[in-house]
């Protein structure tokens, strides 16, 4: 079975500085996407950015890139110019290509930016 | 911009009561998913759901759980007899494709 982890509950960081959320996961297949939703206090899940892993480029959307790397199984985020818009909770998810449609979750970072 | 919306947004009830968490999924929306998360725990799949049938389950998706799609808005999950455990957030998401799920804002269902 696939697991998902991300080893920082808590991640602080100043507004408009850049800060890099960790994920790793376990996983067997060679086909997959990965995802960051973020889950602000009003709690519902938003997509940020998802990652094919047949592409070797790493995904961006404006402020938000990944550093994406198979062999390690490492799929973290980097948000630059870090807004007071951006505290909420990120969660690392991985599905299958293949049949299974479900998300798998990670434990979630909570993201609090300083102004 | 459309959303999936779910009602109500806070659930008490009473243990071995039944529930019925309502979603209404965006409308040319094709997948439907139940989620849920435990206080402090990670967000667990439920069930998906397509072309009016159950595609997936996981292992908390027993016998006391059900989904319905009555009348090609809603999509409800029952919970026929609740337990303690079963207080949690649920968020129901839906897709256009299985490459994407869109949430709501999850219902919040406290069982004393």
């Known amino acids: 079975a696939q697991t998902v982890t991300q080893s920082q509950p808590e991640m602080s960081v100043q507004e408009a500085e850049t800060v890099t959320l960790s994920c790793t996961y376990d996983t067997s297949e060679s086909d997959y996407y990965l995802f960051w939703y973020k889950q602000p206090p009003s709690r519902q899940m938003i997509l940020v950015i998802r990652q094919e892993a047949y592409k070797q480029q790493n995904a961006t959307e404006n402020r938000f890139s990944v550093n994406f790397q198979k062999a390690a199984k490492s799929f973290s985020l980097k948000i630059s110019d870090s807004q007071l818009g951006d505290a909420a909770m990120y969660f690392c998810?991985?599905?299958?290509?293949?049949?299974?449609?479900?998300?798998?979750f990670g434990q979630g970072t909570r993201l609090t930016i300083n102004p | 911009e459309p959303e999936v919306t779910q009602t109500p947004s806070h659930q008490v009830t009473q243990m071995g009561q039944e529930v019925i968490l309502r979603c209404v999924p965006i409308s040319n929306h094709l997948y439907f998913y139940w989620y849920r998360q435990i206080l402090g725990q990670k967000v667990e799949f439920l069930v998906s759901f397509y072309n009016n049938e159950i595609s997936e389950k996981s292992e908390i998706f027993d016998d006391q759980f059900s989904v319905e799609r009555p009348d090609g808005s809603n999509f409800t999950l029952k919970i026929r007899s609740t337990k303690l455990e079963d207080s949690a957030m649920y968020f129901c998401a839906s897709g256009l494709s299985y490459n994407e799920q869109f949430f709501g804002p999850g219902t919040r269902l406290t069982v004393l």
């Open positions: 998810a991985y599905r299958s290509a293949q049949g299974a449609q479900k998300l798998v």
